[in-house]
C-alpha cells in the first residue's frame, strides 16, 4: 500500500522551469518503480518519466528528453520531477504513479498507485 501526493505545480511563463515533488509514504520496495504521468484536457493520460526506487532504470518520453530529470531521495521519501524550457502544450496535471512491478512501465495501466495531480500551467 503506497500513498503518493504530490506538489509543487503552478503557473510559469514558457521557457521556464518548474520542479514538482511526490511524497511518497507506505510500503515500498527498491524494486518499485516511481513514474510521472500528465494529462491535458481531452487526451489521454501520457507518460513523462520513470526511475526504478532503489536507483536506476531511468527513461523519459521522447518529448521531455534533455528537458525534464526525473530523480528520487529515498531519506525524503520524495520523487521528483525537474521541468526546463516549459511548453505551453504542456500545461496538464501531472500525476505521481508507482509500479510494484520490477520492470519500468510507460502505460498508466502497469501502475498500481496514483497522487491526486498538480496543474502545471504554460502560458506564452
Known amino acids: 500500500q503506497v500513498q503518493l501526493v504530490e506538489s509543487g505545480g503552478g503557473l510559469v511563463q514558457a521557457g521556464g522551469s518548474l520542479r514538482l515533488s511526490c511524497a511518497v509514504s507506505?510500503?515500498?520496495?527498491?524494486?518499485?518503480?516511481m513514474g510521472w504521468f500528465r494529462q491535458a484536457p481531452g487526451k489521454e493520460r501520457e507518460f513523462v518519466a520513470v526511475i526504478r526506487w532503489g536507483g536506476g532504470n531511468i527513461y523519459y518520453a521522447d518529448s521531455v528528453k534533455g528537458r525534464f530529470t526525473i530523480s528520487r531521495d529515498n531519506a525524503q521519501n520524495t520523487v521528483y520531477l525537474q521541468m526546463n524550457s516549459l511548453k505551453p502544450e504542456e500545461t496538464a496535471v501531472y500525476y505521481c504513479?508507482?509500479?510494484?512491478?520490477?520492470?519500468?512501465?510507460?502505460?498508466?495501466?502497469?501502475?498500481?498507485?496514483w497522487g491526486q495531480g498538480t496543474q502545471v500551467t504554460v502560458s506564452s
Open positions: 507506505g510500503r515500498t520496495l527498491s524494486s518499485y518503480h
Open positions: 504513479a508507482a509500479d510494484r512491478s520490477a520492470r519500468p512501465g510507460s502505460v498508466s495501466y502497469a501502475y498500481d498507485y
